[in-house]
């Protein structure tokens, strides 16, 4: 474990001892994430911009650590606009996301968005007519969806095929006409965001240019002049085997190589990236309640489950996790314990489905253990229901860069 873990793993042991009860919390460490961030635009080519898409985690902060390093974030409702337009009033927001309402268009226009990315013809033509009633100009990009090839399949397909998400190629010629009659609103590009949880770095890389290729041809056949190109997130977490990560370096590199190849450097390509940026400096802990048998197989039962925590739930894999043993034990019974076994850990909710790993061996494990799952800073309590059953909301601890420096000088 790196000494990174060593803080989370410290602040969980300090949680743990204070607490009032049977423990669970979130731990996010800010250093994490700002190294890892860092790297991350370091290594991007010079025309190539990275948007935070704040929907896997839009903690303050989380956001307030990542404002500085990236270009802007890319918010997805009115709810998000308001949020991030009080805290960082001056930062470049895009708007993505589809079935937006008038309201929100209508708050985007007059909070000066640097685009809004339209998802329907009917959306194009009500963000047209309430620019013109309050006289206002929008740039825009048009999200659009493709036709891809086997290739690209992945656990959360956006485009590809039919879905609610964006344009389908085939009305481009359509909406362009249709645009025609907006002179209010600035067409500056186009955006793609077709899939999420892509672990294959030159798969990646291959849809990109897929992307690049097909604008090109757009401008051909439709005298496009596009100046920028959104290529979206949706590069993976691998949850499963978290020792194989997506390569980004080989991913940056091949990024380099075909915008050299395509004499790219006339556009701007942005990406808005989510759970790849967060997901890493979070860890979510449980603290064992009870360990049962039942039809040969061993149920660690944690404090909280997946309305705190539906990542696995929702991405339908056995979450990554580890067994910090606590040594500290004084309740009047006995402490059971799996030993070198198999292990299906479960949360607190009356369902079946509230299942967080399966059949996972451990060396031991015992009540009063923690359980921490890594990788649980992006789309974890954010995309949880956490008020089913009334449980109460785990503890959300946030060490701070600072915090973290101290602790790495000592
Ligand atoms: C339009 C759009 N952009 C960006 C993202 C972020 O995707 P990811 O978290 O996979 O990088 C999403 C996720 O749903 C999205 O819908």
Redesign the pocket.
């Known amino acids: 474990m790196s000494p990174e873990w060593d803080r989370i793993i410290a602040a969980a042991r300090r949680a743990q001892a204070t607490a009032d009860g049977p423990w669970c919390g979130y731990i996010y460490d800010l250093e994490i994430l700002r190294k890892h961030v860092s790297r991350l635009v370091a290594t991007l080519p010079a025309n190539c911009d990275l948007f935070y ?1 704040i ?2 985690n839009s903690d303050y902060p989380i956001l307030d650590t990542l404002a500085p390093l990236v270009a802007g974030f ?1 918010i ?1 409702s009115g709810g998000e606009l308001a949020w991030v337009r009080t805290c960082f009033p001056h930062l470049p927001v895009i708007f ?2 589809p079935g937006k309402t008038d309201a929100e268009l209508d708050q985007a226009l007059k909070a000066s968005l640097e685009y809004i990315h339209v998802e329907s013809m009917g959306e194009l033509m009500r963000l047209g007519l309430l620019a013109r009633q309050h006289d206002l100009s929008q740039a825009i990009l048009l999200r659009i969806n493709l036709p891809l090839g086997q290739a690209h399949d992945v656990p959360l397909a ?1 485009g590809g095929r039919a879905t609610p998400f964006g344009i389908d190629a085939a009305l481009l010629p359509e909406c362009l006409q249709l645009l025609e009659s907006f002179p209010e609103l600035r067409l500056e590009g186009v955006h793609f ?1 077709l899939m ?2 892509q672990l294959d770095a030159a798969v990646h890389l291959g849809l990109l240019e897929h992307y690049f290729r097909t604008l090109e041809g757009w401008e051909r056949t439709h005298g496009l002049s596009v100046r920028h190109v959104n290529v ?4 993976g977490v691998n949850y499963r085997n978290p020792g194989q990560p997506f390569d980004w370096p080989g991913f940056t590199d091949g990024l380099h190589e075909l915008i050299d190849r395509m004499d790219l450097s006339k556009w701007r390509i942005r990406f ?5 940026l967060t997901a890493s400096c979070g860890a979510y802990a449980m603290e064992v309640l009870d360990i049962k048998r039942c039809f040969g197989r061993t149920f660690v039962v944690g404090r909280g489950g997946t309305h705190h925590f539906r990542t696995p739930y929702a991405q339908g894999h056995s979450h990554p996790f580890f067994v910090l043993p606590i040594d500290r034990w004084s309740r009047p019974y006995p402490r059971l314990a799996a030993n070198d076994e198999p292990v299906t850990v479960v949360g607190q909710l009356c369902t079946p489905k509230d299942v967080l790993a399966t059949d996972i061996s451990v060396d031991q494990v015992r009540l009063g253990d923690l359980l921490i799952f890594t990788l649980a800073g ?1 789309y974890a309590w954010h995309i949880s229901h956490h008020d089913f059953l009334r449980h109460p909301h785990p503890e959300q601890i946030f060490l701070s860069i600072q915090e973290c420096l101290n602790v790495a000088a000592e």
């Open positions: 898409a929907k896997a890319e997805a993505g996301g956006m965001h999420s949880g979206g997130g949706g590069i808005e990236i989510g759970r790849y992006a």
